[in-house]
């Protein structure tokens, strides 16, 4: 797996893309179900399947005092990513002047120019943009604007539970590790 940094770093022989975004903070069932199909669309497409997440998380730029404890260290992130099937996996850094990015520009810049977007693949709980105002329904309006589909994955359940990252912490806490 490639990873990149910035989308400078991003060689334009990469070509298209199938994306899935988020912070993949361990890369739960839930990830790798949303991985999966991100690999298998692009793979059908001729396209690269790609990752892209945050550091530092966000919430740690925005609101310090309220930062989850991170499940999975960024560099075993990248090698729980590259398990998963990614050809590339772009890290990009989180600020504050980052964080002020209006979500129409994020899609514009990172996903339209920057990966040459051809799908991007989401959660249903999906938050973007400044203020993390915009959500999956209006990144469906902005990818018919800019030329990538956009396609919405419910929360994958375990036992009646979504799984997610706030759910597995939820669980170690309660020493419940095989819930987790």
């Given at each position: ?26 890369v739960h069932q839930g ?130 539970v979504p799984v997610s ?16």
């Amino acid at each position: 797996m490639k990873i990149y940094r910035s989308l400078a770093e991003i060689p334009e022989t990469m070509g298209r893309s199938v994306v899935a975004i988020g912070n993949f903070d361990g890369v739960h069932q839930g990830h790798k179900a949303i991985l999966a199909e991100v690999r298998g669309r692009a793979r059908a497409q001729g396209a690269a399947a790609v990752a892209v997440t945050f550091d530092p998380h966000p919430v740690r730029v925005l609101r310090p005092e309220a930062a989850p404890k991170l499940i999975t260290p960024m560099p075993q992130r990248l090698e729980l990513l590259a398990q998963a099937g990614v050809d590339a996996t772009v890290v990009l850094p989180f600020t504050e002047e980052f964080s002020r990015t209006a979500a129409f520009d994020f899609a514009e810049q990172v996903l339209a120019h920057g990966l040459r977007a051809v799908e991007v693949h989401e959660g249903e709980s999906f938050r973007f943009g400044y203020g993390a105002k915009s959500g999956t329904e209006d990144l469906v309006r902005f990818g018919e604007q800019l030329g990538f589909a956009v396609f919405g994955h419910r929360a994958l359940r375990v036992r009646g539970v979504p799984v997610s990252s706030s759910e597995v912490r939820k669980q170690v806490l309660a020493g419940e590790m095989g819930m987790a």
